[in-house]
């Protein structure tokens, strides 16, 4: 399958402060990329999709001005949390969305896990 | 009713046997349709995806499709001790904000020895 990667993959950072997250596609253009979030032994939570050039559309009942999407390029997309707190301490995957041919594969980086002290 | 429902398990299933898992979803117009494993702490990977109703096969893997009962399941052959996570179901719902990968809850399987 077509590769996606994430960095930082694991970062500890102290309440206030702001992460960014980038997720890359490498071998495939992504018109679409999408962020996720998951708490231990939960479902994955879909927070926003990104489409390159245009805003994100966000889920329900998750802050656009809290978690900031940048998808700049057809193979980068990034994800802010500003002033982290403890409470947006969870398990962060990107995905990205195959554009080419009739299918309609999504491919997921191996996620970032955020721990805000 | 949850869109994609998947039994939440665990299912265990002794090494060398065939694991069963099911899903149904409530999107009668979806046409695109996945299955993730997951293992604990790590992101989902795509091992099957499948269109058309009827089986497609992979290796020890197989999908069925099945359209108009709405149910898609996944059989896994030889069942190794390797197999065991969390198998994700995701099937394409249109939605107000269009066509979007809708997850099920997810089935732990265990392969014993």
């Known amino acids: 399958g077509a590769v996606v990667s994430q960095h930082p993959s694991r970062v500890i950072c102290k309440s206030g402060t702001s992460v960014k997250i980038e997720c890359r596609s490498l071998?495939?253009?992504?018109?679409?990329m999408f962020w996720y979030r998951q708490f231990p032994k939960k479902s994955l939570m879909l927070m926003a999709t990104?489409?390159?050039?245009?805003?994100?559309?966000?889920e329900q009942g998750v802050e656009k001005d809290k978690f900031l999407i940048n998808h700049a390029s057809l193979t980068l997309s990034t994800l802010t949390v500003t002033s982290a707190h403890p409470e947006d301490s969870s398990f962060y995957i990107c995905?990205?969305?195959?554009?080419?041919?009739?299918?309609?594969?999504?491919?997921f980086g191996p996620g970032t896990r955020l721990t805000v002290l | 009713q949850k869109e994609v429902e998947q039994n939440s398990g665990p299912l265990s299933v002794p090494e060398g046997a065939i694991a069963s898992l099911n899903c149904t979803y409530s999107d009668r117009g979806s046409q695109s349709f996945f299955w993730y494993r997951q293992y604990s702490g790590k992101s989902p990977e795509l091992i099957m995806s499948?269109?058309?109703?009827g089986d497609k096969e992979d290796g020890r893997f197989t999908a069925q499709l099945n359209k108009a009962s709405q149910y898609v399941s996944l059989l896994i052959r030889d069942s190794q001790p390797s197999d065991s996570a969390t198998y994700l179901c995701a099937v394409y719902i249109l939605t107000g904000g269009g066509n979007k990968l809708t997850f099920g809850t997810g089935t732990q399987l265990k392969v014993e020895l």
């Open positions: 071998d495939f253009q992504a018109t679409t």
């Open positions: 499948i269109y058309s109703n």
């Open positions: 990104s489409n390159e050039g245009s805003k994100a559309t966000y």
């Open positions: 995905s990205a969305r195959f554009s080419g041919g009739s299918y309609n594969e999504q491919f």
